[in-house]
């Protein structure tokens, strides 16, 4: 399962088949870009069924928080762009299964707050992207700003390193949990900028 769901991240990342890199089983280290107290870790955390959120715990090095995986292709602009998954495991009767899961960005009609949600399969919102640093941001959008009638280039040119730390509902839970914002400000008043990074 977790090869195909590299497949179709290539196609989805490039547009065509391309060699796909790996990183992980990998922390995802989440650092405030202005309050210096947030410094810890992402874990996935309950949010209904067949979904998890991406949460915040503030603690050490934990081997347990080691879970995540970075899938990815590189771009014509030489951007690694992939899918953010972890195994998520299933108790059966015959013991214990685990499928892959990637994160994905959950609009909320009433904000412009996207929140990161890990679910089964791949679709085009789970593509991330990283620097040379390991820090995600969000590339190829596309600015409309300035549309009118006259028909722009088709590919988007603006990468956006919108990642927030809020408190939001993340499904039907109350969490502390990382989102994205679509634009700036952040609608929701207890959201604090920080950079989320998985080791390149």
Known sequence: MHSSIVLA???LATGAMSKIFSVGPSFIHITGKNDTRIKGYGQSCH?????AGLCYVDREDDENLKLYYFNYST???GDRAGALTFNMEFQKSNGTETMPFA??????PGS???VVIFGPGLEEDSVFSAGDDGKFFISGLRDDSHWGEKQPA???HMDLQRFYLCWQWVGFYWRRSIAWASSLPPQNPSCEPVNVRIGI
């Not at 949010?47 to 979904?51: D, H, K």
């Not at 994160?103 to 909320?108: E, F, I, S």
């Open 75 to 77: 771009d014509a602009t």
């Open 112 to 114: 412009n707050m996207q």
């Open 9 to 11: 991240l290539a196609t």
């Open 154 to 156: 088709f590919g988007g």
């Open 103 to 108: 994160a994905k960005l959950r609009a909320n």
């Open 47 to 51: 949010a209904g069924a067949a979904a």
